[in-house]
């Protein structure tokens, strides 16, 4: 299975502040993907990162809000921005060594918004 | 409809009993089948992947496939309180993945 190292693990923000969380991947894995998890509903997709380009983001999710980097093939962040109460969940970040392929997750991060 | 939809529970054992999670799908274009184990504060575990119908074991742990019927069963046998987490089905076309909401359980001593 491959490896994938979040951080932080958690944590609490204030309102309006942003919070930036780190995974770093194993190099089996060439696919990384940001999800978000909040009780009682199913994993979201937030975006596709992208190396050394833009993510891809899905319905309902923008760069300005949400923006990615991936600057090499095993390091990518995840930063939430502009912090709401809303934004109270466990974001995961995932990845796969190809399509057709396993989808591993990292340990994930809770975010709680005050 | 969702895509996937998955009895949320909570579901409460006593230890060494038979488990049984369940989920349902409409999206006859999904290829493979997979569990993952969650618990609390822990990112997901890959438990079990198939993409086939039939019976998967892996020790305590079996996963059905019925595509005809779409529908996709996870059992544990003897439960252990070690088991105590959410489990989610998931499904896969090869490119997108779907989730199920998890069902959390928790087997007694």
């Known amino acids: 299975s491959a490896v994938i190292s979040q951080k932080p693990s958690r944590d609490i923000c204030q309102r309006g502040t942003s919070l930036t969380i780190q995974c770093q991947v194993d190099?089996?894995?060439?696919?990384m993907f940001w999800y978000r998890q909040q009780p009682g509903q199913s994993l979201t997709l937030i975006a596709t990162?992208?190396?050394?380009?833009?993510?891809?983001?899905e319905s309902g999710f923008v760069i300005d809000k949400f923006p990615i980097s991936r600057p090499n093939l095993t390091f990518s962040t995840l930063t939430v921005s502009n912090l709401s109460p809303e934004d109270s969940s466990i974001y995961l970040c995932?990845?796969?060594?190809?399509?057709?392929?396993?989808?591993?997750f990292g340990s994930g991060t809770q975010l709680s918004v005050l | 409809q969702k895509e996937v939809e998955q009895d949320p529970g909570p579901l409460s054992v006593p230890e060494g009993a038979i488990v049984s999670l369940n989920c349902t799908y409409s999206n006859s274009a999904f290829q493979y089948f997979m569990w993952y184990r969650q618990y609390s504060r822990k990112g997901p575990e890959l438990l079990m992947y198939?993409?086939?119908?039939g019976n998967k074991e892996d020790g305590r742990f079996t996963a059905q496939v019925d595509k005809s019927s779409k529908y996709i069963s996870l059992f544990i046998r003897d439960s252990q309180p070690s088991d105590s987490a959410t489990y989610l089905c998931?499904?896969?076309?090869?490119?997108?993945?779907?989730f199920g909401t998890g069902t959390s359980l928790t087997v007694i001593p």
């Open positions: 995932s990845g796969r060594t190809a399509v057709n392929e396993k989808l591993f």
């Open positions: 998931a499904m896969s076309t090869g490119n997108q993945f779907y």
């Open positions: 198939t993409y086939s119908s």
């Open positions: 990162a992208n190396q050394g380009s833009e993510a891809t983001y």
């Open positions: 190099s089996q894995v060439t696919m």
